[in-house]
């Protein structure tokens, strides 16, 4: 009988030794994924919905075609001549701006700029009676020199958007005019 009451009382132990530790379980984690797809669609929306207000503007730019030349009033028309970083500016036609000295130069900004003397020239154009259109008879003529930027260009577009001007454009400079501009400093 020992040996039977050794034996009941090893298997005891065992038990008893399990009764209060159980099996570990192992759970596979889960992740939600709801709130990542929420997210992914409301950036979705918001870069379709941004990109769908800032589209690009367009400039209608006339260039000069060979043919004949289109008739234009001296009082309506500003002539701007770069060459580098400079700018100069003169009204009407380039032989009598030259005799009077009228050639000036010109900023892009502050009080002598190119702003100021467009506004003053179509307050003086709606004052002409002899024009129809008053301001709208403004034509500016944009003449880029040798060393001049594309962003002096479009700096100068800009400029006459700004100023609500309806006819500009892009021509080459004449030779007189380009002689002109290499003698300035």
């Known amino acids: ?20 530790v159980g099996r570990m379980i192992k759970h596979c984690p889960k992740v939600d994924m709801t709130p990542m797809v929420d997210l992914g669609f409301l ?58 000295l009228k050639v000036e130069p010109v900023e892009l900004s502050g009080k002598n700029s190119l702003r100021a003397v467009i506004g003053r020239m179509q307050i003086s154009l709606d004052k002409n009676e002899n024009l129809i259109n008053g301001r709208d008879e403004l034509m500016i003529l944009i003449k880029p020199g040798p060393g001049t930027s594309y962003k002096t260009v479009v700096d100068l577009l800009d400029e006459a958007t700004i100023s609500m001007v309806k006819k500009y454009a892009l021509i080459k400079l004449s030779s007189e005019e380009s002689k002109w501009l290499y003698g300035q400093q």
């Not at 009988?1 to 209060?20: C, D, P, T, Y």
């Open 43 to 100: 950036l979705i929306s918001f870069f379709v919905i941004t990109t769908e207000l800032s589209k690009p503007t367009v400039m209608d730019l006339a260039m000069t075609a060979e043919g004949p030349p289109t008739d234009l009033a001296k009082s309506a028309a500003l002539t701007v001549l770069t060459k580098g970083n400079s700018i100069y500016y003169y009204q009407g036609e380039w032989e009598e701006a030259v005799l009077n």
């Open 1 to 20: 009988m020992a040996q039977f009451n050794s034996i009941i009382s090893n298997s005891e132990i065992q038990l008893r030794k399990r009764v209060g």
